[in-house]
Nanobody, 118 residues
């Protein structure tokens, strides 16, 4: 059974910060030692979009509009990926999803709500 569990979402004022975490578990992650992880988000009425991605070796990729404010990182020993979000704006309001990409396919978490509002 594959599980990706996100946490860290919530309500934050504009200009604030949040740190999201995603813990992955399941025997398949022992079978495949290397896999990419990513954060995506989906705002109401919009398509899901890539926020940031990171390989098992630490190479990162960001949505152009988010560079400089968001930072993705991972702790392979803890099977955890993080998303540090700074200088949050109301337009960052969305459900944030974690995704693991393995050779056999991709797996999604259930999502965590981030709301940026005063």
């Amino acid at each position: 059974q594959v599980q990706l569990v996100e946490s860290g979402g919530g309500l934050v004022q504009p200009g604030g910060s949040l740190r999201l975490s995603c813990v992955v578990s399941g025997s398949i992650f022992s079978t495949y030692a290397t896999y990419a992880m990513g954060w995506y988000r989906q705002a109401p009425g919009k398509q899901r979009e890539l926020v940031a991605a990171i390989t098992s070796g630490g190479s990162t990729n960001y949505a152009d509009s988010l560079k400089g404010r968001f930072t993705i990182s991972r702790d392979n020993a803890k099977n955890t990926v993080y998303l540090q979000m700074n200088s949050l704006k109301p337009e960052d309001t969305a459900v944030y999803y974690c995704r693991a990409t393995l050779p056999v396919g991709g797996y999604w978490g259930q999502g965590t709500q981030v709301t940026v509002s005063s």
